[in-house]
């Protein structure tokens, strides 16, 4: 079981950057996957970006990359969500989602059976 928290989002201007961070705890193990996922009104919930716990290269989305980082500080047991250069179109509330690893990328938010509870984002002129 692993319990996650998310903090960070607010209202920023068009072209402002956010930190989002994720707080796990519980049975957290070194091949676990984390990731990031958002949810605009209205729309499905999308995949944003991913990494493994113990390094590896992340894995982004077309529409954030180059734009997102997703990172981790094992010594906090916290994922972060860097994001640079907001469009309107980022709008959502973004959620942190976490999974055992099967040597598989996985970009489906239903193979990922871990969530906290979202943070939003707001993108405005």
């Known amino acids: 079981q692993v319990q996650l928290v998310e903090s960070g989002g607010g209202a920023v201007q068009p072209g402002a950057s956010l930190r989002l961070s994720c707080a796990a705890s519980g049975g957290i193990s070194s091949s676990d996957v984390m990731a990031w996922f958002r949810q605009a009104p209205g729309k499905e919930r999308e995949f944003v970006a991913l990494r493994w716990w113990y390094g590896g290269s992340p894995y982004y989305a077309d529409s954030v990359k180059g734009r997102f980082t997703i990172s981790r500080d094992s010594a906090k047991n916290t994922v972060y969500l860097q994001m640079n250069s907001l469009k309107l179109e980022d709008t959502a509330v973004y959620y942190c989602?976490?999974?055992?690893?099967?040597?598989?990328?996985?970009?489906?938010?239903?193979?990922?059976?871990?969530w906290g509870q979202g943070t939003e984002v707001i993108v405005s002129s």
């Open positions: 989602a976490w999974r055992r690893s099967d040597g598989t990328t996985a970009t489906d938010a239903l193979r990922y059976p871990w």
